[in-house]
């Protein structure tokens, strides 16, 4: 065993999000000793969350600004699309951004907490439409794990026996939350359209579990959730993993390079103290990088040795490669019988209550859409609570433009169109040999070009958003795009998956099923760099019961052949 | 004065620009508003007299990636003279005055948040400082010319009489008012959105969220699904 300072440990763990988290909570819960490395600074979501603080509190009513790029008040620390000192570059023509995070528990402080499974279709993609890549696992194989991983992080959702996102088991899920009035009148308008509406699956306790306790209806989860009801690691996985007293967490620690001894396993890492510069070298018997997709396979091409020279476990080529994001665009528009309604507290969970799912396999299937992968409708609107943009569109001045902002409210309503992408040779990151951090990292270089699958896709998207709104006796007021137009940056939906991908064959993956690499049997990979493929299900569901299955797996090994 | 001058910005592109500012990007639920770059400036027509001042952007210091969100505070100084502070606050009781529903926007510190904002040490809002600090110029000047004396010594009529000028979007399509409507439109939306973002603007909108409420969420209440009802039986067939 490792020690150090004075704590004595066998695996290391490189981030501590949501595939750090999760591997955290289960090694330690069977006894393994477990160091954890978290490149940001120290988080207490208890302290630091600003529940229920309003936005005439904070500098410029709240606005995003190039400090804050989601808000003044979310629970991003020292990230964003930007990190001080830690640059990113892009290839010529590519237009790509990377949301990171520098504090304990990572992005899972902010995210969604949307959190749809997978089916059994998205496991198989190449074979089902012949493109892409299939997994190495299936649906039958990872049902189960999704059940456990959403009964342990509280999930609350319904089973309603819909297509694309399957059934949970029975008694998984906490019950759902009664839709709001935009969601009703979406769902009896989709409905004439032959598009059904679902429970939202989120990571958002409507029953307490433990301390966590259940959500009080207000306060955006973006913010962090001090009451433990949004999930985030900081208020679950890593207090329950150091109450095993199995656990040390080390902050500020940004770790550079993962070692190899001479017989071709993982010696440790070393990683920069961001507190003084300096370079520590740890050892470790297992090494668990979980630093997030490009932050993993960024570590893995910067640790070359003589028997790696492209990057440690990169024999395949694929470190890097098969990059994927999940598509964006969103469409905009009010409802003018909406104006004037009656009023009353629509925070509830603070996202979606009800969601459309992606609802024309039969036209993928047969032919008659012009692409292969579906996506889903996240959708708002509402009483929220009033921002700077509350008077955009308002004409003229006096009572009369008060007035139109007070009728206004609560009938704007947009949809948000999160859709699959297949991968592509054109999508990928590497290191730029030219551009160091401010640690002396090497940094990546993104390449990024969307298909005509994910263009097709955001068109068909915006067609039937404009539709949905139409058929809610709506007005469309985005502008009519094309695909192209309309499609977000790649990275900007924050589900970057796929760098180092699982497999069944060492040539063309980098780990086995159970997020090991084949090159170095004691390095494995625990986060969203293992996806074969991404589905439009927001990844973290699926990065946490994939981390729950290897992690499991992994112990059992340690258990079995280490003493 | 030529009156012949064709701008070459149509009232197409006058529209375009205008529809421009209110584009957001949903993210995660979040509606993030785009801080782009710098819109195209728009040439100044001769048969305006938008004054054009350059200003050194206001830089630093900034709140930073990770200021203590939950104890607020703004590190900047506010930076508008008594004058433009005057010309706000009383453009803020014409924009936002005090009815039934609530208070003037001056009355629950408005111009306090403009000034924030202009004086704010960040692109977008640093491009706004331009546009508002000369808007309040051409104010000065446009009264001037028509009144001979400022904004603020002309009687309500007048003053309303030049507003009534740039007040509308559809004015953008002038290009002796174009610079003016920008101006206003950006104006308008810091003003009311100032307003109803204060605790008094929260309370006149009848925002009624931020409050805990235990157990299951209660969805609409009865008034507003009957509201709704009759909303869904008027649906496009």
Same mark, same amino acid.
């Given at each position: 065993?490792?020690?150090?300072?004075?704590?004595?440990?066998?695996?290391?763990?490189?981030?501590? $999000?949501? $595939?750090?988290?999760?591997?955290?909570?289960?090694?330690?819960?069977?006894?393994? +000793?477990?160091?954890?490395?978290?490149?940001?600074?120290?988080?207490? /979501?208890?302290?630091?969350?600003?529940?229920? %603080?309003? %936005?005439?509190?904070?500098?410029?009513?709240?606005?995003?600004?190039? !400090?804050? %790029?989601?808000?003044?008040? !979310?629970?991003?620390? !020292? $990230?964003?699309w930007q990190v001080p000192g830690e640059p990113y570059t892009t290839a010529e023509g590519t237009e790509f951004l990377w949301w990171r995070a520098r504090m304990l528990g990572g992005r899972t402080n902010h995210f969604g907490r949307i959190t749809p499974r997978f089916n059994a279709r998205d496991f198989k993609p190449f074979s089902q439409d012949g493109m892409g890549t299939d997994w190495p696992l299936d649906y039958e194989e990872v049902g189960p794990?999704?059940?456990?991983?959403? +009964?342990?992080?509280?999930?609350? $959702?319904?089973n309603v026996g819909n297509e694309d996102i399957p059934d949970s088991a029975e008694g998984v899920l906490q019950p759902p939350a009664a839709p709001r009035v935009y969601e009703i009148l979406c769902e009896v308008a989709a409905k004439k359209l032959g598009i059904p509406l679902i429970p939202m699956r989120r990571a958002v306790?409507?029953?307490?579990?433990?301390?966590?306790?259940?959500?009080? %209806?207000?306060?955006?989860?973006?913010r962090g959730c001090s009451i433990g009801a949004a999930f985030q690691t900081t208020t679950s996985l890593l207090p329950w993993a150091n109450k095993t007293g199995n656990l040390k967490i080390v902050t500020d620690a940004m770790v550079k390079e993962v070692h190899l001894n001479d017989e071709g396993m993982a010696s440790g890492v070393t990683f920069v103290n961001r507190k003084n510069k300096e370079d520590v070298r740890v050892d470790a018997s297992v090494v668990i990088l979980a630093a997030s997709a490009c932050e993993t396979a960024r570590l893995m091409l910067n640790s070359k040795s003589e028997m790696f020279p492209t990057g440690i476990a990169n024999s395949s080529g694929q470190v890097g490669r098969n990059l994927m994001d999940s598509t964006g665009s969103d469409i905009s528009g009010y409802i003018p019988a909406l104006r004037g309604r009656p009023k009353y507290n629509e925070d509830g969970l603070a996202g979606n209550h009800i969601f459309i799912p992606w609802w024309d396999y039969e036209g993928q299937d047969n032919g008659t859409l012009k692409f292969k992968r579906g996506y889903h409708f996240e959708f708002g609107g509402g009483f929220g609570a009033p921002g700077m943009g509350i008077a955009d569109g308002v004409d003229g001045y006096g009572k009369s433009a008060k007035e139109a902002v007070r009728f206004n409210y609560g009938s704007n309503f947009y949809m948000a169109l999160r859709g699959e992408m297949v991968e592509n040779e054109n999508c990928y990151c590497e290191i730029d040999d030219k551009v160091k951090d401010k640690w002396g990292i090497p940094v990546l270089k993104f390449h990024w070009k969307w298909s005509q699958q994910e263009i097709d896709q955001a068109e068909h998207g915006m067609e039937w958003g404009g539709k949905i709104i139409e058929a809610m006796g709506g007005v469309v007021t985005s502008p009519k795009r094309t695909g192209e137009e309309a499609i977000l940056a790649g990275g900007q939906i924050i589900h970057e998956v796929g760098t180092t991908r699982m497999g069944d064959d060492p040539k063309t993956s980098v780990t086995n099923k159970w997020g090991q690499t084949w090159d170095v049997k004691n390095?494995?990979?625990? !986060?969203?760099?293992?996806?074969?493929?991404? /589905?439009? +299900?927001?990844? *973290?569901?699926?990065?946490? *019961?994939?981390a729950m299955k290897n992690a499991t797996y992994l112990a059992q090994q340690l258990n079995g052949d280490v003493s | 004065m030529s009156n012949?001058? &064709?701008? #070459?910005?149509?009232?197409?592109?006058?529209? #375009?620009?205008?529809?421009?500012?209110a584009s957001v990007v949903v993210i995660g639920g979040v509606t993030v508003a785009c801080d782009g770059p710098a819109p195209e400036a728009i040439p100044v027509d001769p048969s305006s007299h938008w004054p054009d001042l350059k200003f050194e952007p206001i830089t630093g210091p900034k709140y930073g990636q990770d200021p203590k969100v939950a104890e607020p505070t703004r590190?900047?100084?506010?930076?508008?003279?008594?004058? &433009?502070?005057?010309?706000?606050? &009383?453009?803020?009781?014409?924009?936002?005055?005090?009815?039934?529903?609530?208070?003037?926007?001056?009355?629950?510190?408005?111009?306090?948040?403009?000034d924030e904002w202009i004086s704010a040490p960040y692109s977008s809002q640093q491009q706004d400082r331009v546009l508002i600090l000369n808007g309040l110029q051409w104010l000065d000047d446009e009264a001037n010319r028509r009144f001979g004396r400022a904004f603020l010594a002309a009687s309500n009529d007048e003053q309303i009489a030049i507003l009534d000028d740039i007040a509308f979007k559809a004015q953008a399509s002038k290009p002796e008012f174009i610079h003016a409507v920008q101006f206003f439109d950006k104006l308008r939306t810091l003003v009311l959105g100032g307003y109803f973002t204060s605790p008094e603007g929260v309370e006149d909108i009848g925002y009624m969220g931020n409050v805990p409420i235990m157990g299951d969420y209660p969805g609409p209440t009865e008034e507003a699904m009957a509201h709704l009802e009759e909303v869904i039986t008027n649906l496009p067939a």
């Open positions: 065993m490792a020690s150090f300072d004075g704590f004595e440990y066998e695996v290391v763990v490189v981030g501590s $999000g949501a $595939g750090g988290g999760m591997a955290a909570h289960i090694l330690t819960e069977a006894g393994a +000793k477990v160091l954890m490395l978290e490149a940001g600074r120290d988080y207490d /979501p208890y302290e630091e969350t600003p529940m229920f %603080n309003t %936005n005439d509190e904070a500098p410029l009513r709240g606005v995003s600004t190039s !400090d804050k %790029n989601f808000g003044y008040y !979310d629970a991003t620390v !020292d $990230g964003g794990w999704y059940d456990q991983c959403e +009964k342990l992080i509280g999930v609350s $959702g319904a306790l409507t029953r307490a579990i433990d301390e966590r306790e259940a959500c009080f %209806n207000a306060t955006e989860c973006g390095l494995y990979v625990m !986060d969203g760099s293992v996806f074969v493929s991404n /589905p439009h +299900k927001n990844c *973290t569901l699926t990065i946490l *019961t994939l | 012949n001058y &064709q701008s #070459k910005i149509s009232r197409r592109d006058g529209i #375009k620009w205008l529809g421009s500012l590190p900047w100084s506010l930076t508008f003279t008594s004058a &433009q502070r005057n010309l706000v606050a &009383q453009l803020c009781d014409i924009l936002c005055p005090a009815d039934e529903g609530g208070p003037s926007a001056n009355d629950v510190g408005v111009p306090e948040v403009v």
